[in-house]
T-cell receptor
């Protein structure tokens, strides 16, 4: 099983709303990632969790708040987003973080539209 | 920062034709990964390469890790309509300052005419 599951598939929210994106993997991976992707561009790293601890925050605005409740789950809490935050948000996992041979497995993403 | 130059940026080919795309870098890489992404979906890992000179196949796909460790190639033989999508190369660079982040190329958009 190499599946990373993301919910919801699509999300439309207003700038004053609070919403959460969810990600789950059951591959026993200890590294989980959030990426943001604009149309026809490569994914951009936002956060990395390693063994349930935040290892990397790529200077992401505080209106994005990640959470890793356990080794299988990863959430991204959204609050007071801007229209330019509209994008495909991807979750990924790998066996460990910072290994030079790690393969990342991606979920199908949440297509977020901020109105 | 480190960059991957992926080419071509886009391709429009006839069904049945072979396709070739590549990624190059000024830095040495430990690992090369090739992903395919369909519209509205996440990238799917196609092939992973770990050694200089390594040649790996996955069905009609073949990828190679360049001898210099600064490039990689992906070939698709006898293309079919479902090959349509964006192909990304990605890799783990070596050397000082490597934090383990995966570096992505800019993508090659493939369109196949039936």
């Amino acid at each position: 099983d190499t599946e990373v599951t993301q919910t919801p598939k699509h999300l439309v929210m207003g700038m004053t709303n609070k919403k959460s994106l969810k990600c789950e993997q059951h591959m026993g991976h200890r590294a989980m990632y959030w990426y943001k992707q604009k149309a026809k561009k490569p994914p951009e790293l936002m956060f990395v969790y390693s063994y349930e601890k935040l290892s990397i925050n790529e200077s992401v605005p505080s209106r994005f708040s990640p959470e890793c409740p356990n080794s299988s789950l990863l959430n991204l809490h959204l609050h007071a987003l801007q229209p330019e935050d509209s994008a495909l948000y991807l979750c990924a996992s790998s066996q460990v973080w910072a290994g030079s041979n790690e393969k990342l497995f991606f979920g199908s993403g949440t297509q977020l539209s901020v109105l | 920062g480190q960059q991957l130059n992926q080419s071509p940026q886009s391709m429009f080919i006839q069904e049945g034709e072979d396709v070739s795309m590549n990624c190059t870098s000024s830095s040495i890489f430990n690992t090369w990964l090739w992903y395919k992404q369909d519209p509205g979906e996440g990238p799917v890992l196609l092939i992973a390469l770990y050694k200089a000179g390594e040649l790996t196949s996955n069905g009609r796909l073949t990828a190679q890790f360049g001898i210099t460790r600064k490039d990689s190639f992906l070939n698709i033989s006898a293309s079919i309509p479902s090959d349509v999508g964006i192909y990304f190369c990605a890799g783990h660079p070596t050397g000082g300052g490597n934090t383990g982040k995966l570096i992505f190329g800019q993508g090659t958009t493939l369109q196949v005419k039936p």
